[in-house]
C-alpha cells in the first residue's frame, strides 16, 4: 500500500500587489478561484488530506467552499506565510486521524501556494516521488532566464543603484511550490524557523528553514506553469494560457 500524503495550501494573503478588494485566494481565473485550482491541482496528483490557511477575516467564505470535503480542513492563517504554514502543519493530525489515514515520520507533506493554482500533476508528482524515494526535503525548481547581477545603493539616489558583481546564471534557479518534506522533517523545521523568528530572522521559503538546520534539500524540474499569479500581469497571462487549451497542453508537454 502506498503511503498517504498531506498538504497545506497556504492561501491566507491578502493579495496586496494583485490589488483586488477580496483575498488573492477567492479571486477567479476563468470563473474558478486560485485556491479551489490549487486545492484540487494537489488533490488530484495525490494528496489524500489538505489543510487551507485562509484570512481570518474571510474564514467563513473559505470553510462555506470545502463544506463538502471532509479530506479539506480548514485553519486561519498568521500574519505572515511562516505563520500561517505552521498553524497548517499543526492541523496535519487531526485531519489525519478523521479522515483515517496513516500518519507516520516520513509520510510526505507538500507545502503549495494558493497563488500556484495551475502547477501541473507532474512537477507535484515528481516531489510526492522524490519524498517517497527517501529523500527529506524536495522543492521544485526552474533555471533562470535573465543574467543576474548584484547591485548596492548609490546614496545620492533613491532609483539608481550600482552594479557590484555578477553571479554565474548556470548555477541559479528559481524556487517554486510545493515543497514537500518528510512530516518529521517539517515539524522540526518550522519548529526551529519560530525560533528564528523570535530573533529577528524571516526566510521566505520553507525548504530555507531545513537549510538553516544543515540538513540537504534536492531538487526536481518545476514547470512554468507554476508560475506565482502575484501582479496582475501574471493574472492575464495565466486566463491567456487557459483560454487556449493547445498552447496549455504545449506548456503541459515541456
Ligand atoms: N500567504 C499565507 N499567509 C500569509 C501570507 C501569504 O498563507 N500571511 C500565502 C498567500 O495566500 C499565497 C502564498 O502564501 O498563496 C504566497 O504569498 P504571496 O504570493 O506573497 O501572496 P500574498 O501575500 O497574498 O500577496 P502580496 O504579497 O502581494 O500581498
Ligand atoms: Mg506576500
Given at each position: 500500500?502506498?503511503?498517504s500524503v498531506f498538504a497545506?495550501?497556504?492561501?491566507?494573503?491578502?493579495?496586496?500587489?494583485?490589488?483586488?478588494?477580496?483575498?488573492?485566494?477567492?479571486?477567479?481565473?476563468?470563473?474558478?478561484?486560485?485556491?479551489?485550482?490549487?486545492?484540487?491541482?494537489?488533490?488530484?496528483?495525490?494528496?489524500?488530506?489538505?489543510?487551507?490557511?485562509?484570512?481570518?477575516?474571510?474564514?467563513?467564505?473559505?470553510?462555506?467552499?470545502?463544506?463538502?470535503?471532509?479530506?479539506?480542513?480548514?485553519?486561519?492563517?498568521?500574519?505572515?506565510?511562516?505563520?500561517?504554514?505552521?498553524?497548517?502543519?499543526?492541523?496535519?493530525?487531526?485531519?489525519?486521524?478523521?479522515?483515517?489515514?496513516?500518519?507516520?515520520?516520513?509520510?510526505?507533506?507538500?507545502?503549495?501556494?494558493?497563488?500556484?493554482?495551475?502547477?501541473?500533476?507532474?512537477?507535484?508528482?515528481?516531489?510526492?516521488?522524490?519524498?517517497?524515494?527517501?529523500?527529506?526535503?524536495?522543492?521544485?525548481?526552474?533555471?533562470?532566464?535573465?543574467?543576474?547581477?548584484?547591485?548596492?545603493?548609490?546614496?545620492?539616489?533613491?532609483?539608481?543603484?550600482?552594479?557590484?558583481?555578477?553571479?554565474?546564471?548556470?548555477?541559479?534557479?528559481?524556487?517554486?511550490t510545493p515543497q514537500g518534506?518528510?512530516?518529521?522533517?517539517?515539524?522540526?523545521?518550522?519548529?526551529?524557523?519560530?525560533?528564528?523568528?523570535?530573533?529577528?530572522?524571516?526566510?521566505?521559503?520553507?525548504?530555507?528553514?531545513?537549510?538553516?538546520?544543515g540538513e540537504d534539500v534536492?531538487?526536481?524540474?518545476?514547470?512554468?506553469?507554476?508560475?506565482?499569479?502575484?501582479?496582475?500581469?501574471?493574472?492575464?497571462?495565466?486566463?491567456?494560457?487557459?483560454?487556449?487549451?493547445?498552447?496549455?497542453?504545449?506548456?503541459?508537454?515541456?
Amino acid at each position: 500500500m502506498s503511503r498517504s500524503v498531506f498538504a497545506v495550501v497556504t492561501a491566507a494573503g491578502s493579495g496586496s500587489r494583485l490589488g483586488h478588494d477580496m483575498p488573492k485566494a477567492l479571486v477567479q481565473l476563468a470563473g474558478v478561484p486560485l485556491v479551489r485550482r490549487a486545492v484540487d491541482g494537489i488533490r488530484d496528483a495525490g494528496a489524500d488530506g489538505v489543510v487551507v490557511t485562509a484570512p481570518p477575516s474571510h474564514l467563513s467564505e473559505f470553510e462555506k467552499m470545502f463544506v463538502a470535503e471532509p479530506e479539506v480542513a480548514v485553519v486561519p492563517g498568521g500574519s505572515i506565510r511562516q505563520d500561517s504554514v505552521y498553524n497548517g502543519l499543526l492541523e496535519i493530525p487531526r485531519l489525519a486521524k478523521q479522515i483515517g489515514k496513516e500518519l507516520d515520520d516520513r509520510t510526505p507533506v507538500l507545502i503549495h501556494d494558493a497563488a500556484r493554482c495551475l502547477t501541473p500533476e507532474r512537477a507535484i508528482r515528481d516531489v510526492i516521488e522524490a519524498l517517497e524515494g527517501g529523500l527529506r526535503a524536495v522543492i521544485p525548481v526552474v533555471p533562470v532566464t535573465d543574467t543576474q547581477k548584484v547591485v548596492e545603493p548609490v546614496p545620492a539616489s533613491s532609483k539608481i543603484e550600482k552594479v557590484i558583481g555578477q553571479v554565474d546564471r548556470a548555477q541559479l534557479r528559481g524556487v517554486q511550490t510545493p515543497q514537500g518534506f518528510h512530516w518529521e522533517t517539517a515539524m522540526r523545521a518550522h519548529e526551529a524557523g519560530r525560533e528564528l523568528l523570535a530573533k529577528g530572522v524571516e526566510l521566505t521559503d520553507d525548504a530555507g528553514l531545513v537549510e538553516a538546520l544543515g540538513e540537504d534539500v534536492h531538487v526536481t524540474p518545476g514547470s512554468a506553469l507554476s508560475m506565482k499569479i502575484t501582479t496582475k500581469l501574471d493574472l492575464i497571462v495565466a486566463g491567456a494560457i487557459l483560454a487556449r487549451p493547445d498552447q496549455y497542453q504545449s506548456l503541459l508537454d515541456e
